[in-house]
C-alpha cells in the first residue's frame, strides 16, 4: 500500500485530527477555532491508511472469517471513527450469532443510532474490497499505525512535559514511552 496523507474514507466522514493535546496557546489573544486551523494546516499527518480500514471492514462484511479478525482489533485503534462505529456495527452482529454483511451491519448501525452511515457506505465498502484473505494483514497494518500514533502522542507530551521542566512526569512520561515500544526501562 503506498503511504498517503490521511483522509476520510467514506463521503461526508469527519476530518482526522492532526493535532496534538496540548498544542493551544491562548495567551496570544487568538481564537481556538484560529488556533486549531492553524495547526491543522501546519501540521503533517498522523500515521494511518483509511484505505486499509476500508479494506478490514470490507472484507468483514464479505467473509465470516475476517469479521473475526475486525472483532479482534481494538476500537481506538481505527483513525477514522467512522470505520470505529462500523467495525463496532461489524462486533454487535457477531454477538448476536449472525455473519455480518451490509444489510445486517446497517441495521446495527441504526439501532445504535448511526444513521449517518447508509447502505450505499456499507455496499461500497462490500464492492470495493481488494482481498479478503488479506484481512489479518489489514489488521496488522492497522494496529501498527495505531501504536505509531500512541508514540507520537507520548513523545508530543514527553517533549512538553520536558521542556516544562516536569520532571516526574518526564519519568512517567519516559516509563510509558519505553512500554510502547516493548522496551524494559531501569
Same mark, same amino acid.
Given at each position: 500500500?503506498?503511504? $498517503? ?9 469527519? !476530518? ?6 496540548? *498544542? ?7 481564537? !481556538? *477555532?484560529?488556533?486549531?486551523? #492553524? ?8 500515521? &494511518? ?10 472484507? @468483514? /462484511?464479505?467473509?465470516?472469517?475476517? &469479521?473475526? %479478525?475486525?472483532?479482534?482489533? @481494538?476500537? *481506538?485503534?481505527?483513525? %477514522?471513527?467512522? =470505520? ?7 462486533? #454487535?452482529?457477531?454477538? $448476536?450469532? $449472525?455473519?455480518? +454483511?451490509? /444489510?445486517?451491519?446497517?441495521?446495527? /448501525? ?10 450505499? +457506505? ?12 488479506? @484481512?489479518?494483514?489489514?489488521? *496488522?497494518? %492497522?494496529?501498527?499505525?495505531?501504536? =505509531?500514533?500512541?508514540? %507520537? ?6 517533549? @512538553? ?26
Amino acid at each position: 500500500m503506498s503511504r $498517503e496523507r490521511a483522509r476520510p474514507a467514506l463521503e461526508g466522514g469527519p !476530518t482526522p485530527v492532526k493535532a496534538l493535546p496540548g *498544542e493551544l496557546d491562548s495567551s496570544n489573544g487568538s481564537s !481556538t *477555532e484560529h488556533q486549531i486551523e #492553524d495547526l491543522l494546516s501546519s501540521c503533517d499527518s498522523l500515521p &494511518a491508511d483509511p484505505d486499509v480500514e476500508d479494506a478490514l471492514n470490507g472484507a @468483514a /462484511l464479505i467473509n465470516r472469517a475476517a &469479521a473475526v %479478525v475486525v472483532a479482534g482489533v @481494538a476500537l *481506538e485503534d481505527y483513525f %477514522v471513527p467512522r =470505520n470505529a462505529i462500523i467495525a463496532s456495527a461489524i462486533r #454487535d452482529v457477531i454477538a $448476536e450469532g $449472525e455473519t455480518p +454483511d451490509p /444489510l445486517l451491519v446497517h441495521d446495527a /448501525l441504526r439501532l445504535a443510532g448511526h444513521h449517518e452511515i447508509g447502505l450505499v +457506505d456499507l455496499q461500497s465498502l462490500f464492492a470495493t474490497t481488494p482481498s479478503v484473505s488479506s @484481512a489479518r494483514r489489514y489488521a *496488522e497494518i %492497522v494496529r501498527r499505525h495505531a501504536r =505509531n500514533r500512541r508514540i %507520537v502522542h507520548l513523545a508530543h507530551e514527553l517533549g @512538553a512535559a520536558a521542556m516544562a521542566g516536569h520532571g516526574d512526569e518526564v519519568c512517567r512520561l519516559v516509563d510509558q514511552l519505553a512500554t510502547e515500544l516493548g522496551e524494559p526501562t531501569s
